[in-house]
């Protein structure tokens, strides 16, 4: 277990980690993370495979400050643990160690058959975003866990020259709301035919109101004309954080269409409204929104003072003649 020009202080500690005493083993393992000689990587490696999990995820932890590449491959084997902890640890150290080097290594992982290391692998691809792994992450958008279907359609967003995807707009109808609020924002980055009218539908329709905030905020990403009747019927949504993202993406497709339901909005009951209301109304650079604006100047928050002001100066400099508000 360890060879005989290792450090004398190093290697008793290497030795207990051979004891058949849980006790022996967790101090062994805990003094050799606080010994930090690299010598330990082999041994602490061999600790993964530990029949304890208290030991396992100790060892994690002093690999993942190692942060050796020699590491990388047996810390994958811990991500489907059944041991919730360890497979928690081992997560968050890849997230730091793995590369694009590991891609290869952790496709043949997702097609294991173990949820835990499926759904973590799903989580550390983001990381990578290689369109090469597109092929393996399709399957799970049918899988009947809906926890795989809701990670492999977040992942899909983190890929990097993928903008078209049309299996992942069927995801945006599932029913389970954590897959439709993920496919949601997912939609945002992609550009199939058929994209922005299925979020204005998700925006104006949707039973959930967070899957209709994040339609909000993938309109607010596409910044589509077409989505401007869907955006100013979502002003009246009664849920103030989808007003608050609609008059965000009001703002990146300013059409005057939209000017009533804006000026209605500087009166809103929430101060996140009324500052995005009156920034997209700056964005209209209409004179007419100019004694609405004038009032919330007196606005009890100070944020929507600034940005109703910013609103003002902004119309008021696209006019021929500045006039006096």
């Not at 949504?237 to 804006?262: G, N, S, Y």
Request: aromatic fraction near 4%; proline fraction near 6%.
């Amino acid at each position: 277990m360890y060879s005989t020009d290792m450090d004398p202080e190093v290697a008793q500690w290497v030795e207990m980690l051979r004891s058949p005493e849980l006790d022996e083993r967790l101090v062994a393992v805990k003094t050799l993370q606080h010994l930090g000689d690299e010598d330990a990587i082999e041994p602490l490696i061999g600790a993964l495979y530990d029949e304890s999990p208290m030991v396992q995820e100790i060892a994690i932890t002093s690999l993942w400050e190692f942060a050796n590449p020699v590491a990388i491959n047996p810390l994958m084997d811990c991500l489907g643990s059944a041991h919730e902890k360890v497979r928690h640890e081992a997560l968050s150290a890849l997230k730091e160690l793995v590369s694009t080097n590991d891609l290869m290594k952790l496709l043949d992982l997702l097609q294991t058959g173990n949820v835990h290391a499926q759904l973590n692998v799903l989580v550390l691809l983001r990381k990578i975003h290689d369109a090469q792994a597109l092929p393996y992450i399709l399957p799970f958008f049918q899988s009947e866990n809906p926890d795989l279907r809701e990670a492999a359609v977040t992942t899909l967003r983190y890929l990097n020259q993928v903008v078209r995807c049309e299996p992942a707009l069927a995801l945006a109808k599932d029913p389970v709301e954590a897959v439709r609020r993920a496919a949601t924002l997912t939609l945002g980055h992609l550009s199939d035919e058929g994209v922005v009218p299925l979020l204005c539908e998700l925006l104006t329709s949707d039973a959930d109101w967070q899957v209709r905030r994040n339609a909000a905020q993938s309109l607010d990403l596409l910044a589509a004309a077409d989505s401007i009747p869907a955006l100013v019927q979502a002003m009246d949504d009664p849920e103030w954080q989808v007003r608050k993202f609609t008059a965000r993406a009001l703002q990146k497709v300013a059409d005057e269409r939209a000017m009533p339901a804006l000026i209605k909005a500087l009166t809103d009951d929430y101060s996140d409204v009324r500052r995005d209301a009156a920034t997209a109304l700056g964005k209209l650079s209409n004179p007419d929104a100019l004694p609405a604006l004038s009032q919330t100047l007196h606005d009890p928050d100070m944020d929507v003072r600034i940005f109703s002001q910013r609103a003002i100066d902004a119309i008021q400099k696209s006019m021929p003649e500045t006039s006096n508000v």
